[in-house]
Structure formats: structure tokens, C-alpha cells
């Protein structure tokens, strides 16, 4: 390959070669355009010892001759003797991505970027990554920015250890010093995402997004949010997934202009993204993300722009998506106002809860009922009916409003939840305690007793734990006049089940009651059930002698 | 050395350090020096003349054997930034004096500067070249052409060291402008832009693009005849990259925001010094003509050099008077055209002291925290090396004391225009008609 064919074929390679210094500039650049030609002659190893050095060494050139010379090099890597060889290619390109000119940097890093594809990982790790690493901490800040451009196609292939170096040089090169340097960081930002692991994007992206975000410098702003809009727009899921999921506090880092023009548009389509956990994220965030928006226009962004979206969410075949709504939907109640929420609210609401949910966890449920209370307290009409029946006919729904009788909202009033028949028992006791007991006793406690039977466990049990709150509340005497007698009754009912509540009701209420209620009333309950049919209650009776032992005297 | 920090300018004795130029009396023209300005860093001090050329000195590395040659500034490159040029449509000539150069911070290894003449700013690139290339393939390296069929092989040109070079090469011309004479330019603090100014308008440029630039002010008049008002100075603000401030001839300063609109002529804010209505006379507006305006380095304040005083300007404002001996000549520095002098102004590092230049060849400086001042002179007598200067004094009338020199025997040819403040050290350099004079802080 190198020249032994005689003059004919190498006379015109010398004048090339030697015409790379030519004064004329054209010929310079003519022969930099015929660099392939020049490597070819000189041969792969020739090319790499000398022409590479000499090429190196040329930065004292004008722009057109570096900008096509940081083209060429990109397609060297045959050139060169093939990827095993592809480093060699690197000092030139390095020094070309410190040049003061922008074309010729920009150029130089596309090349790199190029050339990364064709290095082994282990030739990634020693030799282009302490490439990236020098540009990044150079002096000048046309090496750093630089260096921005190649962090995120050396990331995928290196070492775990190689890969947290990585990132601390992406954190450093967001909080730079020199705005250039923060302004490429910020536009590489959305690359570099998509290239990390979800956890480090949850964990060093969204810090950095917010921080750039919120630059002193304006248009770093404006470079963030394309960066933005394409995450939100991202083909991979979790890019998509990661914005939803931390979309209050882009909210809060943009700003309430910014909110209205961009991010509105952008949350509408999440809530409409094809992808469930992305829609279940947004929508976890409806409420926190409508609280935020600009007062002057919330009501009507919401009526316009979220509101449809959340419609449909309601008739999502996803559970998550679902449970995700159902502590939101009143939330916005309170924004919205009454007649919003009467005419548009409560009917989502209510379809929800007709919903036939298998799944629903715990606190989506208990948000339902919070919500719920939330509803009624300004309403005075029919629809409490409607919205009582369901309370009853879904045991999710009554098993969350049971245990959370201690968070509805506190500012209901007594008449409110009379007429709608919530069972806010405990705060009905603290807010009027002088009409407590015979409030509880006219209008609650068969409610209560109904429930300590349900025919869900849960229900059961979660009752008794509420039995026991009341009786804290009323005190022993009451529990002995009302409640003690008729759990004692249980002990007869025929249903096994109904028996075993009387035993857990009495583990609870010996704690409250006090030693003489246990002792005279209880205790005898237990020994009678101690030969009970049913092996099961009979176990229960051992534990629930164990359970009240310490509350009997005990004889010397 | 940054403890020092261009502290107080009178707890500090000043010593000479060296002087450059011509010693002889006879000053040619192209000498004269037009401009001074440090750099970023302070290890170089560029200078720009009449004759169109910029000299830029460099400081010596440190000396451990010799702490007192510390800040030797030696010569770096010298080259011919502007040439004498004629317009043709008006029939004028433009001069290639050098009103203007200001240092662009630095990028990467080589260094950047901006020179302006009246007419024409340009980019040059200050780089060092220490390697070249030898080995050529058609010929020998003293150009003789080999024999074609002797080539064998291919020769690939190696780099060999050689001696230090320092090369200058226009980057960037940035021309056709500006109507009228181009007084200041400015690099913004985003690296990327910078503003040329001439008497009625500002431009705004992008250093890398040569063919257009944005006007952000004009105060051109719709009839000139109405002109009562010219931009003599304007800055960009050290860290706020929209913001800039301009001085006029009325002794206004407008502190505009790039912000707030394309076109800046309306300013956010005005500064301006009701006139003491005892000090009024003829000249008064003269003399109240805003030469320079500087802003501190840590963008809180402002200073703006009229003919007989400098103003610090910010909420609290201060106002010293610089040579105001000379209100009672203003009658003769009028005749003369002295009073249309334009004298410069420059902070210390830490924005403790302002320097200002003043008549023959005598130098202030004031400290603001000590509300103290002294007058210096860049003289040859005192040219001692490390020869602590004296401070001076100016009698305006009355009994002169010994060491006193009268106001009436002040050279009004000798006059101290241009000074610069290395940006981290106590060493100046003050630029009489032809010299440099390179002072610094007495070590011990």
C-alpha cells in the first residue's frame, strides 16, 4: 500500500501532502477534502504514526480548513486500520474541540460522536472517557462545552464506577461558572436523560432540569423547556413517566407564565399518554399541579384544558390510573367552587365509586371518603342519597371511611353530616360533646353496631378498633350502659363469626372500660364461651384471657 | 498576591517600575500612545497608538531569585491593527488611530482583543506558535525544487520545536457601522456580544457574526439641527449581560436594559447631578461633559470622569473633584482647547481606589474607603528603578509652599489621558503623550 509502485502514482499524493501547507488556503483546504486519498497511499500504519501527529499538531489554521479536517476525521476509522485502532483518531479531534470557533468545535464533537460507535467498551474506557474527562475539566470553556456533547454516547457502554464519574462531570458542567458551559449542559439535557438509568434520572436529572430551569440567565430557560417538551414527547416510556412523575416540581421551577403557555399542553398529554404508569403519574399530580397554576386563570385552565382530560381518565380500564384519581377528583373541589362541583365533580365521583373496583388499595379509597366529606359539607340536597347508597354498597368505601372517621375534615358541620349520615362519629364527640353520647346513641350507633357484624372482616375489625376510640371519648360508664351490652349480646348469635367479634371487641374494650366493667360484666362472657362448639372460639377465648388478664384483680 | 489587591492607594507607596517609549522630547505623532488596557489576568497590557499599532507587553513569570523584577512587563507582540483609510463619498480621511481596545476573556490558549479606530472594530488573535513543520516532499525546506523522479516515498511533514513566536491575526473586521466616530466598545459579560458606540448611536454585535448588528441606541434627532447632545462613553455591566449604562455630553449617565426593549432609547434609569447654581458659568456645560464612565468591578457602582471631577455613582453618591484647582483657568484651558480634554478613569481590583489622569503628567488617586487622595507624577526624574514616587501638590493661588507647584506653571501639554489598573495587583500603568509608565506597589 504505501508508495513502491513507482513515481506515476505518488508524484500527486507528494504535491497533496505538501500542498497541506501551502500558503494559499485553497490548496489547503483541497488537499485537508483529499485526506482520504493521502492515508490511503501512505498506508494504515504510516497514517497512524505520522500523518495523525502531523494533523495534530495543525491547529493554526483557518476555519474552513479545521472544519473540513474535523469532517474527515470522522470517517477515518478504516483509514486507520479499523476500530481496533479507532483511538488514534482521538488526540486530533481533541485539540479541534478546543478551537474558538464554534463551526469547528461543533464539528469536532459530531465526529467524536461518531467515532465513539466504533470503540470497544474497554477502548471507550481507556481512551475516549479521559478524553471527554480532560475537556470537561479544561480551563477554558471551550473545551467544557465541549465536552457536553459527548457524555451521553460513552455513558450506555462503560463500567458502573465509569458511569458515576460521568454523571459528577454532567452535575459540575450544569452548575458551571461560565453561562456557555451551562447553556450546552442545559441542551444536552434531555440526551443525556435518555441514556440513564430511571433512578439517576429521577435522582440527578430533575435536580439539575429544576436548577437550570430557574438560571439567571433567561435563555437557559428557554433552551430547558424544548428539553422539556421533547421529554414529555419522548418515544421511551420512561422519559415520559419521569417528567409526569415529577411535574410539580418543573411546575415550581419554570414558574406560573411559563406553566400556562407550555406545561399545561405538555400535562394534558401525559394524561392522555398511551403508557398506563405514565397517565397513573400525571395523574397523581392533577391536584398539587391545579393548586399551582396562576390564580388569575386556574379556574378556567382547569374547566378548559384539565378537566376533559380527567374525564376521561375516570373510564380507564387502568387500576392505577383509577386509584391515581380517585384522591384527586374532590381535591378540586375546593378549587373549583360548588356549582363546578356539583355539576361537574360529583357526577365523575360518583362513577368511580359505581365502579366495580377489585383492587383498590387502602389509601386511594380513604382519599375517596375524605374527599367525599369534602363534597357533602356544602351540599344540602338529594344527591347525598345517591351518595350514601354507594357508601353502603362498596366495602371499600365503608372500610375506609370507618378507619378514617378521625381525618374527615374537621370544619363539617353536625347537620351536614346528620342529613348525609356520615359516620363522623369521633369528631361529631369532640366538636360537641355535651350532646355527644345522645347524638351517637340516637343516630350512629346502630351504624356502628352494624358494622362490627359486617360480612368483611376488615370491616370488622376495623370497627372495633373505632369502638374502642368512642369509648376513650364517651367513657367507661357509657360503654357499659350502650355498647358493652350489646357486644356481650353478640355472644349468642348464632354465627360463629359474630361470636368471635364479641371476643375481639372485649380484647379492645377491657383496655377502656376499666378493671370492674371487665371483671363483672366481661369476664364471665368469656369463661361461658370458653365451651363454646367451635374450636376456633374457644382458641380465641385462651387469647382473649390472656389479653385482659392484666385488666382483673388479681387474688393473692 | 491578590492579599494586596490594589488596597488602599495611600497606605500603598508607589514606586517606578519601568517606562516605555521614546526618551528623546521629540514626540513623533504615530507615538502617542491612545489607549491602555490590562487584560483579564493582568499578564498583559496592550497598547494602541496614533500610528494605528497595538504593542501588547507581557508580564514576567515570577523571579524567586529577584522579587522586586515581579512585574517586568516586556514587550509580546507588536502589530498594525489599522490603516489610514480614505472615504471617498464624504471625502474624509479616517484616521487609524487606536481609540479603544478592550481584551476579550479568555477561551482557550490563545488570547483575543478587540481594537477600534473611528470607524472599523476588529477581533485579533494573539497566539503562540513554539513547533513548525519540516519535510516537504517536492522540495527542500529552502524551497528548491527537487527532481520529481527522485521520489521514492511519501513524506509525511514533522513538527519541530522553534524559537517562541507570537503571532497576531485579524480574526473578524466589523465595519460600515458607524456614521460617526466610534468612542468605546464593550464586551458583554456572556462572551458572545459586544456594543461599539459613536456619538449618536450604539450597536450591538455578535462576535462571531461580521455582516449585521442590532442598533440598541439612537439619539440622532430627526433634524440635526436640534442636536444638543452626543454619547461620549458606554459600558456593558460587568455581570448582568442586558444591561449597559451610557454617558453624554450633558453630563447624564442612562442606565439602560436590553431587556426591556429592541431599541434602548428610553433608559431605565437616568443619573444625572443638579448643578450647583453658584458654580455656573460659561463653561459649565463643558465641563460637564462625561469623558468616562466605568462601572466597579463588582457591578454595585459606577464612575463617571467630567472635566474637573470624578463621580462614584450609586444610591450613595459621591462626588470628588479631581483637579479643581482648575476652575479658575477655565477660561485659558478654553482658549486652548484643553477643556474638551477627555480624560479616562480606572477602579483598582477590589474597587477601593479610583485613578484618574490629570495635567502635566500628574496622576490621582482616591480612595474611597479612606476618603483620602494623591497627586503623582509619571515624570523621567523620577525613573529611578523602585524610586518611590512623591506625592504632589497643587497650589491654586495665594502662598505657595515649598514642594508646592502653582497651578499657573502646570504643563498643559503634559497631559495624563489614559491609565489602567492591573486587575488583581497593585501595579498601573499611566500613559503620558508617547510613554508608558509602569508603576507598582514598594515591596520591601
Known sequence: ?556 | MVSGAGGGGNDVQWCFSQVKGAIDDDVAEADIISTVEFNHSGELLATGDKGGRVVIFQQETENKSQPQCRSEYNVYSTFQSHEPEFDYLKSLEIEEKINKIRWLPQKNAAQFLLSTNDKTIKLWKISERDKRPEGYNLKEEDGRYRDATTITTLRVPVFRPMDLMVEASPRRVFANAHTYHINSISVNSDNETYLSADDLRINLWHLEITDRSFNIVDIKPANMEELTEVITAAEFHPHQCNTFVYSSSKGTIRLCDMRASALCDKHSKLFEEPEDPSNRSFFSEIISSISDVKFSHNGRYMMTRDYLSVKIWDLNMENRPVHEYLRSKLCSLYENDCIFDKFECCWNGNDSVVMTGSYNNFFRMLDRTQRRDVTLEASRESCKPRQVLKPRRVCAGGKRKKDEISVDSLDFNKKILHTAWHPQENIIAVATTNNLYIFQEKVN
Request: charged share 25%.
Open chain 1, 1 to 556: 500500500m504505501a508508495g513502491a509502485e513507482g513515481d506515476d502514482s505518488l508524484y500527486p499524493i507528494a504535491v497533496l501532502i505538501d500542498e497541506l501547507r501551502n500558503e494559499d488556503v485553497q490548496l489547503r483546504l483541497n488537499s485537508i477534502k483529499k485526506l482520504s486519498t493521502i492515508a490511503l497511499a501512505l498506508g494504515v500504519e504510516r497514517t497512524r504514526t505520522e500523518l495523525l501527529p502531523f494533523l495534530t499538531d495543525t491547529i493554526y489554521d483557518e476555519d474552513e480548513v479545521l472544519l473540513a479536517l474535523a469532517e474527515q476525521l470522522g470517517t477515518f476509522t478504516v483509514l486507520v486500520g479499523g476500530p481496533e485502532f479507532v483511538h488514534c483518531l482521538l488526540p486530533p479531534l481533541e485539540s479541534l474541540a478546543t478551537v474558538e470557533e464554534t463551526v469547528v468545535r461543533d464539528k469536532a464533537v459530531e465526529s467524536l460522536r461518531k467515532i465513539s460507535q466504533e470503540h470497544s467498551p474497554v477502548d471507550l474506557e481507556v481512551h475516549f472517557v479521559p478524553l471527554v474527562k480532560r475537556l470537561a475539566s479544561g480551563d477554558w470553556f471551550t473545551s467544557r462545552t465541549s465536552a457536553c456533547g459527548l457524555f451521553s454516547v460513552c455513558y450506555p457502554r462503560v463500567s458502573s464506577t465509569v458511569k458515576a464519574e460521568i454523571r459528577q462531570h454532567f452535575r459540575t458542567l450544569c452548575s458551571d461558572d461560565t453561562p456557555m458551559v451551562r447553556r450546552a449542559a442545559a441542551s444536552k439535557l434531555g440526551e443525556f436523560a435518555k441514556v440513564l438509568e430511571l433512578d439517576y434520572v429521577k435522582s440527578d436529572i430533575i435536580p439539575l432540569f429544576t436548577a437550570l430551569a430557574s438560571d439567571e440567565q433567561e435563555d437557559l430557560e428557554a433552551l430547558v423547556m424544548p428539553t422539556l417538551r421533547q421529554a414529555a414527547e419522548d418515544k421511551s416510556w420512561r422519559v415520559r413517566y419521569m417528567v409526569a412523575d415529577k411535574f410539580s416540581e418543573l411546575q415550581k421551577a419554570v414558574g406560573p407564565e411559563i406553566t400556562k403557555n407550555d406545561l399545561v399542553p405538555a400535562f394534558q398529554n401525559l394524561l392522555k399518554d398511551c403508557e398506563a404508569e405514565v397517565r397513573a403519574a400525571a395523574a397523581n399530580k392533577v391536584k398539587v399541579f391545579c393548586e399551582n397554576l396562576p390564580e388569575d386563570s386556574r379556574e378556567t385552565i382547569i374547566m378548559t384544558h384539565i378537566l376533559p382530560c380527567v374525564k376521561e381518565l375516570v373510564s380507564d380500564t387502568n387500576q392505577h390510573v383509577k386509584s391515581a384519581l380517585a384522591s384527586v377528583i374532590m381535591g378540586l373541589s375546593t378549587i373549583l367552587g360548588k356549582d363546578n362541583t356539583v355539576e361537574h365533580l360529583l357526577p365523575l365521583f360518583l362513577v368511580q365509586l359505581k365502579d366495580e373496583v377489585t383492587h383498590l388499595e387502602l389509601s386511594p379509597v380513604s382519599h375517596l371518603s375524605v374527599s367525599l366529606s369534602l363534597v357533602v359539607k356544602d351540599l344540602s340536597d338529594c344527591t347525598t342519597a345517591e351518595t350514601q347508597l354507594f357508601i353502603f354498597q362498596c366495602p371499600e368505601v365503608r372500610l375506609n371511611i370507618i378507619s378514617n372517621l378521625d381525618c374527615v375534615n374537621e370544619v363539617i358541620g353536625i347537620r351536614q353530616l346528620s342529613q348525609s349520615l356520615l359516620p363522623a362519629i369521633v369528631e361529631l364527640a369532640e366538636d360537641a360533646k355535651w350532646r355527644g353520647v345522645e347524638f351517637f346513641d340516637e343516630k350512629l350507633n346502630s351504624l356502628c353496631m352494624a358494622w362490627l357484624i359486617d360480612h368483611v372482616f376488615a370491616i370488622r375489625e376495623a370497627a372495633t378498633c373505632n369502638l374502642m376510640k368512642l369509648v376513650e371519648k364517651f367513657g367507661a360508664e357509657w360503654a357499659q350502659n350502650t355498647i358493652v351490652p350489646k357486644v356481650l349480646g353478640m355472644a349468642n348469635d348464632s354465627n360463629y363469626l359474630h361470636r368471635m367479634t364479641t371476643l375481639f371487641c372485649i380484647n379492645a374494650l377491657s383496655e377502656v372500660c376499666g378493671q370492674e366493667i371487665t371483671t363483672k360484666h366481661m369476664l364471665p362472657v368469656v369463661l361461658k364461651m370458653s365451651t363454646d362448639q367451635v374450636a376456633n372460639v374457644r382458641f380465641n377465648v385462651a387469647r382473649s384471657l390472656q389479653k385482659i388478664g392484666p385488666f382483673l384483680p388479681w387474688l393473692d
